[in-house]
């Protein structure tokens, strides 16, 4: 199975960062390691180590590949990061400089936003909060589109995770999600839990 671009698929090429160093990487949901090759593992990743004791990598059409050896990274997608250990392939077995697997993606603080044309990739861990208020009182019965705003003002994404607010009645639940802020404004969606 080929890895090529195509409208719908060229939102699984990023740029990423091994290290901090800028490299092209391919996103792919289905493997579950990040892989390099050998010859790009030199450039970026030098102190790689070499081993004969990695599982035998098994792909499409039950293709088999055997890692060289594996190193400790740290990779950077979007405004995503994570330390990963990469496995280094042979060059031939690889169309693109770096894959990324699940063992990225899936990472419990990673937040993967998709659709037929974007992939966004953020990291849930922020420590910067930031506070969101009301514009006016709102009843919240069921899903309810509420607008609010920041302080200190502020522009950009904000990731809501799951979770309930229990004032007597005046239950609600935070649904979780990626929401935009503009110039200190923007909207939420809590649902009621009446």
Known sequence: ??????????????????????IK?????????TMIGESMASTY?????KTDCLPNLKGFGDAIVKPFGEVTAE????????????????DNVMRIPLLVGQNF???????????????????????????LYCCSDVLIDNITLVTVYTEPNYTGEIFIENS?????????????????????????LPKGVR
Not at 25 to 33: E, L, V, Y
Not at 78 to 88: F, G, K, Y
Request: hydrophobic content about 40%; charged content about 20%.
């Open 1 to 22: 199975m080929a890895i090529d671009s195509d409208e719908s698929s060229a939102k699984y090429y990023k740029l990423a960062f091994i290290n901090g160093k800028p």
């Open 25 to 33: 990487c391919f996103i792919d949901f289905g493997s579950t390691a």
């Open 45 to 49: 990743l030098p102190n790689w180590n």
């Open 75 to 90: 990779l950077k997608i979007d405004s995503a990061a994570a330390i990963v250990q990469i496995l280094i392939v042979p």
């Open 105 to 131: 993606t899936e990472q419990s603080h990673i937040f993967v936003e998709k659709d037929y044309m974007h992939l966004n990739l953020t990291s849930t861990n922020c420590d910067d909060k930031i506070k």
């Open 164 to 188: 309930g607010r229990y004032k007597m009645g005046k239950e609600y639940y935070m649904l979780q999600g990626l929401f935009f802020i503009n110039n200190g404004k923007g909207t939420v």
